[in-house]
């Protein structure tokens, strides 16, 4: 840890401390030595192994680097922080807190999904906004792991975001996941440099301008669909709880609805099981004719199945639901199968979707395009 309290009560910075004094942990209040030598950073440690349950021993160089990186930036623009701020509501130190109420955890290491959950919900509970930043190797990871999804923040702009803080270039990189095209995830990336931009605005509010197109989004779907027979051929376990579903509602993965398909563009990591969301939608939407958008979002959360959701750390609950309702919603308006005639009440004209030939002309002559700030839409060719 890099600070201490010292005999008089002060808080003391490790580079401002000296071998002579005696310094006492901020949280347990138990002794702790100053360890200053040439290799790594001037840092506190426990004394004795007495168990101080907001501890961090044996720091990596990175996460104590990491910690007086965000704290310069603070210095640079003029915001009050507290460098591992003990919060003895919730029994947690933060790496360093913002204007009393921001808390950032720099994550430099693998932990548990449940301890990430607890930690995050205890700063939630409490008033706390809470930011995850990812180190060097969680956050520059080239697959998409289950723990590193729930280090993920999502808003309308940025839409799916995560954070990671590069030492030796002192930046902040943040990865928007804009969609999975069934076989990749589709990112956009932009570092900015902590020496121009404020952490706190670029966690808070910083959007970014990107896109992705699919030019040919019937020949994407045509696509999708031998990629996803070849994976049921091969037993994919990851398509098993989603085909069960599908088989007992008297349908399969490879013969559902066409408009059911499109978008072409899928969530980024709920990917195939989209497929099951727009299913349900479609078929409240003939079922009903007409429905509200809460209407809808309740039936999809009584009718899927828990093992196809996840209850993610830094999303909202059911957001993923929020998400897939929203996109195919506006799809289905685009594409006048659906019209909103009231604010989140929607209308389906059955006879668009059963009588109306030309739909399949009518994406002939378009593109898809997902856009950043967050936003879907179709470009005609």
């Known amino acids: 840890m890099l600070i201490a309290i010292n005999e008089k009560e002060e808080m003391i910075m490790s580079h401002d401390a000296n071998k002579k004094e005696t310094y006492y942990c901020p949280s347990c209040h138990s002794e702790v030595m100053l360890k200053k030598g040439e290799i790594k950073y001037p840092h506190f440690a426990h004394k004795t192994t007495t168990v101080c349950q907001t501890a961090t021993e044996n720091e990596s160089v990175e996460h104590l680097a990491g910690k007086l990186l965000i704290a310069k930036n603070c210095e640079i623009f003029g915001l009050e922080y ?29 932990l548990s999904i449940e301890r990430l959950k607890e930690r995050t919900e205890h700063y939630k509970q409490n008033g706390y906004q809470v930011f995850w930043i990812l180190g060097q190797k969680l956050g520059q990871l080239s697959s998409l792991t289950e723990l590193k999804k729930h280090f993920i923040y999502f808003d309308h702009c940025r839409g799916y975001v995560d954070f990671c803080l590069l030492i030796d270039k002192e930046a902040l990189v943040m990865t928007h996941y804009l969609t999975h095209n069934g076989k990749d995830m589709i990112v956009r990336k932009k570092s900015y440099s902590l020496q121009d931009y404020s952490l706190k605005e670029l966690l808070l ?11 040919s989004p019937l020949k994407e779907v045509s696509r999708r669909k031998d990629r996803l027979s070849k994976r049921l051929l091969q037993s994919d376990k990851s398509l098993r709880v989603l085909q069960e579903y599908l088989y007992q509602q008297l349908y399969h993965l490879l013969y559902l609805p066409e408009v059911v398909y ?19 939608i479609f078929n409240e939407l003939k079922h009903q004719k007409k429905i509200s958008y809460v209407e809808l979002k309740e039936m999809i959360i ?3 199945p828990n093992e196809m959701l996840d209850d993610y750390a830094n999303l909202g609950k059911y957001q993923v639901i929020d998400y897939c309702l929203s996109l195919y919603l506006h799809f289905l308006k685009e594409i006048t199968v659906v019209e909103e005639i009231s604010p989140n009440v929607f209308h389906f004209k059955e006879e668009e979707v059963l009588n109306n030939a030309q739909w399949k002309n009518f994406f002939k002559k378009r593109s898809e395009r997902l856009t950043l700030p967050l936003k879907y839409d179709m470009i005609i060719k």
């Not at 509010?205 to 030019?215: E, L, R, T």
């Not at 499109?262 to 709920?270: E, N």
């Open 262 to 280: 499109l978008p072409s563009l899928y969530h980024p990591f709920f990917k195939e099981t989209e497929l099951v969301v727009r299913l349900i």
């Open 205 to 215: 509010k910083h959007c970014m301008v990107a896109s992705y197109s699919i030019v």
């Open 82 to 110: 507290q460098i591992e701020a003990y919060l003895p509501e919730i029994n947690q130190r933060a790496d360093v807190l913002i204007d009393k109420k921001l808390a950032i955890e720099f994550q430099c290491s693998p």
């Open 302 to 304: 009584s009718e899927i």
